[in-house]
């Protein structure tokens, strides 16, 4: 029982209790045409509720607005040989990532990865989400990717913040950042729980795309570990089967582009964990549905959830398990 104790620490009666009644609280889900294939948070939430049992509830923080943002811990049988970090919902719309998140933390909970230490973060940025779902309620069309006060939380952490590349003066709004660094509550809780758990490896999940990033975002040199970033990103590659995500440094997606003050840099740039940016889906956009060109929501989330879903998780699952 020994390879437990680390954990005794995280399990909190009083969190338990404030999550279920926070769950039972959240309002009944609309019936939305174009979030079909996708849950809001009453769903999503309670879903995990049925299926905690004992597992480790956390509230690692409040939001801008006053919300919960929740972790939740599952350890294996056996020597912890690694501990492991998944994390989605850092950007508004991108609806897919929590699904794929709250897919691994079910399974886990349900089959406890045996040697790993596990912590869930389904949804980083409640506020976000929550002006999403009421538009989505009220039939409204806007693009959101920050939190409460408009901040992009994929661009408010401490490493590589300043851009060096040579075009930053000709395109500087491609290479722009919070006010400071970790200058909002969302982005302080996920360093805090990093710094505090130490994690070997983490994924950050977004969409869309159809690649695992691997650092550095904010510079174009390759890192150290680059080879072991490789591997893993193969790993979840042959996971995937066929049409399986790409696996590239992100600072190399393109030769312009640059991603400063990233989770990514910042994750492996601070604590050394081994962190991937995985963009799931290559978008719900069709050619030849106009209606999806406007729809914010389908650029990121397609109609069809269940095979990207089943992607994405036979991708974490890899980097979590490696079985």
């Known amino acids: 029982m020994l390879f437990l104790l680390p954990w005794l620490a995280l399990a909190s009666p009083e969190d338990i209790a404030s ?35 004992d597992a480790d509830v956390e509230k690692l923080g409040l939001s801008g ?22 994390f989605g919902g850092i950007h508004a ?15 886990s909970l349900r089959s406890p990865p045996p ?12 506020d976000g989400r929550a002006k999403v779902e009421k538009d989505l309620r009220e039939g409204k069309r806007h693009y959101r990717r920050g939190n409460q006060a408009n901040v992009d939380l994929n661009r408010d952490f401490a490493v590589h913040r300043e851009a060096r590349a040579p075009w930053r003066k000709i395109i500087p ?20 729980l990093a710094e505090r758990e130490q994690y070997d490896r983490a994924a950050s999940l977004h969409a869309f795309g159809g690649f695992f990033y691997y650092p550095w975002s904010g510079r174009w040199k390759r890192v150290d570990d680059h ?8 790993l979840m590659e042959d996971a995937q089967g066929g049409h399986a995500y790409k696996t590239r440094q992100l600072a190399r997606w393109g030769f312009f582009f640059r991603a400063q003050g990233t ?21 719900g956009i069709k050619p030849f549905k106009p209606k999806t060109w406007k729809t914010y929501f389908r650029w990121y989330n397609p109609e069809d959830a269940e095979p990207h879903r089943a992607r994405g998780l036979a991708a974490v699952r890899a980097l979590v398990r490696e079985d």
Do not use: C, M
């Not at 999503?44 to 049925?50: G, L, Y």
């Not at 910042?266 to 962190?275: D, F, Q």
């Open 19 to 53: 999550f279920e009644v926070w769950t039972s609280r959240i309002p009944d889900p609309p019936e939305v045409e174009v979030s079909t294939g996708y849950r809001f948070q009453h769903d999503v939430f309670t879903e995990v509720a049925e299926v905690l049992g």
């Open 65 to 86: 607005s006053g919300r919960p943002i929740w972790a939740f811990h599952v350890s294996g049988e056996g020597p912890i040989e690694r501990k492991v970090l998944v």
């Open 93 to 107: 719309l991108e609806w897919i990532s929590t699904e794929v998140a709250v897919d691994l933390l079910v399974e």
């Open 115 to 126: 040697g790993v230490q596990l912590t869930v973060v389904p949804l980083l940025n409640p």
């Open 173 to 192: 709004g491609y290479y722009s950042t919070s006010p400071e660094a970790l200058s909002q509550p969302e982005s302080q809780a996920l360093d805090a």
């Open 227 to 234: 080879k072991e970033f490789v591997r893993l990103g193969r």
């Open 263 to 283: 989770e990514l840099d910042h994750l492996y740039g601070e604590y050394g964990t081994y962190t991937f940016l995985i963009e799931l889906t290559r978008s």
